[in-house]
């Protein structure tokens, strides 16, 4: 049974960080694409970093946020720096089978989806 659980999530001021982790179970990890999706209200779900071959990130958080693995632990991260208001959205963790390069850019791209984090950037 495929488990993608994430954590970290929580309230935050301007300017602050915030590290996401997700622990993927039941999922060949090694040969996998990885990411977060993040989807604010009233908005439509978005993409926001992966890895798998390469690691790639939206523009919008682009020299702000860090994705990151661990093979050994099965688990993602997702180092998030320099918070705005406009990063407030539920996080969720994002699964692809095999590696590619930008891999998680299309919401049909993902096989599975983690519950989500809620993050809340304060002003």
């Known amino acids: 049974q495929v488990q993608l659980v994430e954590s970290g999530g929580g309230l935050v001021q301007t300017g602050g960080s915030l590290k996401l982790s997700c622990a993927a179970s039941g999922v060949t990890f090694s040969s996998s694409t990885l990411g977060w999706f993040r989807q604010a209200p009233g908005k439509e779900r978005e993409f926001v970093a992966s890895?798998?071959?390469?690691?790639d990130y939206a523009d919008s958080v682009k020299g702000r946020f860090t994705i990151s693995r661990d093979y050994a632990k099965n688990m993602v991260y997702l180092q998030m720096n320099s918070l705005k208001p406009e990063d407030t959205a539920v996080y969720y963790c994002?699964?692809?089978?095999?590696?590619?390069?930008?891999?998680?850019?299309?919401?049909?791209?993902?096989?599975?989806w983690g519950q989500g984090t809620q993050v809340t950037v304060s002003s």
């Open positions: 890895i798998g071959r390469n690691t």
């Open positions: 994002a699964f692809r089978r095999g590696l590619f390069f930008n891999g998680l850019r299309n919401l049909p791209n993902v096989d599975y």
